[in-house]
């Protein structure tokens, strides 16, 4: 059975781009949308396996349509098409509950591998940026791990529990979650990639 994509992108020729990259797969587009508020309609009229959508649209962005598309059609997998390879917008899709993260530039094989992992539950692909943001985490919380257990065996209170802002108006810092899970609320509003390590966050607290 073919796969039923919605996409949704502003710009008309990557529309039509995608259209043609798709043609000969199983994957069959079943609606197109420009902006949120189509995505939206399309999604609740089409119920579409997968949809495509643009992290950039000109009324809501993609990130606050994720969100709505995520209670309106929860049965649809979202999967982000960007232009821009950006820890914060992937950390904050990771939050809202996107199946994955694909770059605009990326392969043939690659997209169609991306789309047909999140419409069997198998994401995130090998193909899409889920998985390397997921691989750093992992890195990340083993070098945690091996700075703190040499720490506790010489008495040392855990680090990790010692994180506290010095103005007390200020949010706590939100620790590292599990990647699937979605993000706290508290501190840094909930999406900040500032756990995924200066490499990955591009240096940027918020």
Same mark, same amino acid.
């Given at each position: 059975m073919?796969?039923?994509?919605?996409?949704?992108?502003?710009?008309?020729v990557i529309r039509k781009g995608l259209a043609a990259l798709l043609a000969?797969?199983?994957?069959?587009?079943?609606?197109?949308? #420009?902006?949120?508020k189509e995505a939206l309609e399309q999604?609740?009229?089409? =119920?579409?396996?997968?949809?495509?959508?643009? /992290?950039?649209m000109p009324d809501d962005d993609g990130l606050v349509t994720l969100?709505?598309?995520r209670s309106k059609v929860p049965a649809s997998r979202v999967v982000m098409l960007s232009t821009y390879d950006n820890p914060t917008y992937i #950390?904050?899709?990771?939050?809202?509950?996107?199946s994955d993260?694909?770059? =605009?530039?990326?392969?043939?094989?690659?997209? /169609?591998?991306?789309?047909t992992a999140a419409a069997d539950g198998e994401s995130p692909s090998r193909s899409g940026e889920f998985r390397r943001i997921a691989g750093a985490m992992q890195v990340r919380q083993a070098i945690d791990d091996d700075f703190l257990v040499p720490a506790l065996s010489m008495g040392r209170s855990d680090p990790r529990m010692n994180r506290r802002r010095t103005d007390s108006r200020?949010?706590?810092?939100?620790?590292?979650?599990?990647?699937?899970?979605?993000?706290?609320?508290?501190g840094c509003h909930g999406h900040c990639p500032c756990f995924l390590g200066p490499d990955l966050a591009g240096g940027s607290h918020r």
């Amino acid at each position: 059975m073919a796969i039923r994509l919605l996409v949704c992108d502003d710009h008309e020729v990557i529309r039509k781009g995608l259209a043609a990259l798709l043609a000969g797969t199983n994957i069959e587009i079943v609606g197109e949308a #420009a902006t949120g508020k189509e995505a939206l309609e399309q999604a609740e009229k089409t =119920k579409p396996d997968v949809i495509l959508l643009d /992290i950039r649209m000109p009324d809501d962005d993609g990130l606050v349509t994720l969100d709505k598309l995520r209670s309106k059609v929860p049965a649809s997998r979202v999967v982000m098409l960007s232009t821009y390879d950006n820890p914060t917008y992937i #950390a904050r899709a990771v939050a809202l509950g996107a199946s994955d993260y694909v770059l =605009k530039g990326s392969a043939r094989d690659d997209i /169609i591998a991306t789309i047909t992992a999140a419409a069997d539950g198998e994401s995130p692909s090998r193909s899409g940026e889920f998985r390397r943001i997921a691989g750093a985490m992992q890195v990340r919380q083993a070098i945690d791990d091996d700075f703190l257990v040499p720490a506790l065996s010489m008495g040392r209170s855990d680090p990790r529990m010692n994180r506290r802002r010095t103005d007390s108006r200020e949010p706590p810092v939100a620790e590292p979650h599990r990647f699937g899970e979605p993000l706290s609320p508290a501190g840094c509003h909930g999406h900040c990639p500032c756990f995924l390590g200066p490499d990955l966050a591009g240096g940027s607290h918020r």
